[in-house]
């Protein structure tokens, strides 16, 4: 599996465009919908009225605090608790009502993927292939090279980094072919170049048709990584959409630098529709504040941008930079979740 290069994001985002358009081709058929469900559990309602679907060949992060639901939702998705009421649907089959062809699409790994540390790789395929009909060892070599390991995979899977134990739990996930992969913090544990090499492999699966739905605390490589995500909080959707157009909805955030700082502020101050945020909470990235020392940060209508420079300039006011900076996945899920952490 190949390493991503130091232009991580612009690779990332090049191959979501590329994978929007494939979408689109594809009429955007609906592979997983989620309808109105809700979920009571010993009187208390703890979802409520969820909704989201998931199209063909579409990386789908969803993301939620502790205690919002999101992992209840995942078990409903598969069957192993039923919704109180509401309709989740597989490639056209309600998963309630006829759970049988509906799973069949379905692919899932929860957390780590638990092998048979004492046999090899090929061979715990080989175990869970005949748990369904109609595997056979064409298929099994058909998944290790989808996963990329055919060098290690006669080697024993106690052997194995944790990397490659997560590649050989999404072989054993690909072995019925199915429609929709379900990782539930795919990234847990692994380094910094395990990371990126599995962002990789996802994006190669989307590529190939494959949808994908995503749990995972973190938010940076959700955006990086997702086309859409729905973001859940005390058991109900507050959004769902594309990572980008959440963001640009959002607002953007104005940096400035003034050769006299002081001044500045006050000048930006008398602008009724300039919000200068608290220094103690700041809403940009470090690394953009390091650069402009003695930066400003404010909410304001970007297109009053060149207006309010050149209203300064003629005040005398001497302007060192300005700077647009949208917000981070990781700021809008902030705000919208209260400041609630991420499971």
């Known amino acids: 599996?190949?390493?991503?290069?130091?232009?991580?994001?612009?690779?990332?985002?090049?191959?979501?465009?590329?994978?929007?358009?494939?979408?689109?081709?594809?009429?955007?058929?609906?592979?997983?919908?989620?309808?109105?469900?809700?979920?009571?559990?010993?009187?208390?309602?703890?979802?409520?009225?969820?909704?989201?679907?998931?199209?063909?060949?579409?990386?789908?992060?969803?993301?939620?605090?502790?205690?919002?639901?999101?992992?209840?939702?995942?078990?409903?998705l598969v069957d192993l608790i039923r919704p109180t009421s509401g309709e989740i649907e597989i490639c056209g089959f309600n998963v309630q009502r006829d759970p049988e062809n509906a799973l069949r699409h379905v692919g899932c790994i929860v957390e780590n993927p638990e092998m048979y540390s004492y046999l090899t790789g090929w061979e715990n395929l080989e175990h869970f292939a005949r748990m369904q009909a109609g595997i056979d060892e064409n298929r099994i070599r058909e998944v290790v090279e989808i996963v990329g390991m055919d060098g290690r995979i006669h080697d024993k899977v106690k052997t194995y980094s944790l990397g490659m134990r997560q590649r050989l739990g999404i072989a054993q996930a690909l072995l019925g072919n199915p429609?929709?992969?379900?990782?539930?913090?795919?990234?847990?544990?692994?380094?910094?170049?395990?990371?990126?090499?599995?962002?990789?492999?996802?994006?190669?699966?989307?590529?190939?048709?494959l949808s994908l739905f995503i749990s995972s605390h973190l938010l940076s490589e959700i955006q990086l990584m997702c086309d859409r995500v729905a973001i859940i909080s005390k058991g109900q959707v507050l959004a769902v959409g594309e990572v980008d157009e959440l963001i640009s909805n959002a607002g953007?955030?104005?940096?400035?630098?003034?050769?006299?700082?002081?001044?500045?502020?006050?000048?930006?101050?008398?602008?009724?529709?300039?919000?200068?945020?608290?220094?103690?909470?700041?809403?940009?990235?470090?690394?953009?504040?390091a650069m402009l020392p003695g930066a400003i940060v404010t909410a304001m209508p970007v297109e009053r941008i060149p207006t309010v420079i050149e209203k300064l300039a003629r005040e005398g006011l001497r302007i060192g930079a300005v700077q647009?900076?949208?917000?981070?996945?990781?700021?809008?899920?902030?705000?919208?979740?209260?400041?609630?952490?991420v499971e």
């Open 179 to 209: 429609r929709l992969l379900i990782l539930d913090e795919p990234t847990n544990g692994l380094d910094p170049k395990g990371i990126k090499e599995l962002r990789v492999f996802i994006r190669s699966l989307a590529e190939q048709g």
């Open 324 to 341: 647009q900076v949208a917000p981070t996945l990781e700021e809008l899920f902030l705000n919208m979740t209260e400041g609630d952490e």
């Open 252 to 289: 953007a955030y104005v940096v400035w630098q003034f050769e006299d700082r002081a001044a500045g502020l006050l000048g930006l101050q008398n602008e009724a529709d300039i919000a200068i945020l608290p220094e103690d909470q700041p809403r940009v990235d470090e690394t953009i504040l």
């Open 1 to 76: 599996m190949a390493l991503i290069d130091r232009e991580t994001r612009h690779a990332a985002e090049s191959g979501s465009n590329a994978n929007r358009q494939t979408r689109d081709a594809a009429s955007a058929e609906t592979v997983l919908a989620v309808r109105g469900v809700t979920k009571k559990i010993r009187g208390r309602e703890i979802i409520r009225g969820v909704s989201f679907e998931v199209k063909a060949g579409e990386i789908f992060g969803f993301l939620g605090p502790n205690g919002s639901g999101k992992t209840t939702t995942i078990r409903m």
